[in-house]
């Protein structure tokens, strides 16, 4: 469920008791590792945690306008979700949030393990019902991991790889 409110602070305030309570103890504990650099604001109709344009002004890739998504936090329907763009692209980091997190004993429900030629994709979107559910200490871990100047470097590396890709298939393509 996409919201509509214009602020953090006017997200939060919108939600259920119980999913206030999950979603602020979140944001807390991943503000106070948040490394210098990235910006919070609404993205996507959620909590975002963002590279500003004014730290990368080309943007996120996919859409120049908007600033590189990092960390989304939101509330949907029937769970609340933690979308970690943080460890798309990143095999290693993926694989170690994957393991951190089942070391806590708890579920991990979502991170899907995408392969793409000889690379490992994790794509974050963690669904979680309950603050129970998340070890937040392992969130922090991997938030205060990723400072901007990596992960400015990781995205570039990773689309830059996606784009030369992409004109080698439509080198083919014109060939035939």
Partial sequence: ???????????????????RKAISAIRKVILDNLPEGYQECMSYGMI??????????????CNPKLPVPFVNLGSQK???TLHLMCTYGDAKTGQWFRTAWEKTG???DGGKRVELGKELFTLGCIRFKRLEDV??????QLVAGIPVADYIARIESVFQARTAKGSKSKARAIKR
């Fill in 78 to 80: 029937n769970y609340m």
């Fill in 1 to 19: 469920m996409k919201s509509s409110a214009k602020t953090v602070d006017e997200y939060v305030k919108g939600l259920p008791e119980d999913r």
């Fill in 106 to 108: 708890r579920k991990l």
């Fill in 48 to 61: 975002g945690y963002v590279v500003p344009h004014s730290i990368y002004p080309k943007g996120y890739p």
């Fill in 135 to 140: 070890p937040l200490e392992v969130v922090g």
